[in-house]
């Protein structure tokens, strides 16, 4: 059974950074399209980052050269690189694979 469980949200003043992780469990990283979606309070999803087993990424216009995605393959994890925050970055993210997501982390930008 595939599980994903996300970890590194916070509170963090805008301009700031944070790195966000999420660990899988049973199935290889590298071997499947993983993506961070993000959810604002009263919005829906909102698509952020997604990285193929290619290596090739793709990232939203909001956080495009803010917001980086990676995964370590050996660790069998995938992060999120954010910085230059900004209150509107706030959310509740998730990684998700295929139709498995984990449980999310609150990111919290205020000053």
């Known amino acids: 059974e595939v599980q994903l469980v996300e970890s590194g949200g916070g509170l963090v003043q805008p301009g700031g950074s944070l790195r966000l992780s999420c660990a899988v469990s049973?199935?290889?990283?590298?071997?499947?399209?993983m993506r961070w979606v993000r959810q604002a309070p009263g919005k829906e999803d909102e698509w952020v980052s997604s990285i193929y087993s290619s290596g090739v990424t793709r990232s939203a216009d909001a956080v495009k050269g803010r917001f980086t995605i990676s995964r370590d393959n050996a660790k069998n994890v995938l992060y999120l690189q954010m910085n230059s925050l900004k209150p509107e970055d706030t959310a509740v993210y998730y990684c998700?694979?295929?139709?498995?997501r984990g449980q999310g982390t609150q990111v919290t930008v205020s000053s």
């Open positions: 049973g199935f290889p990283v590298g071997y499947s399209a």
């Open positions: 998700e694979m295929s139709d498995k």
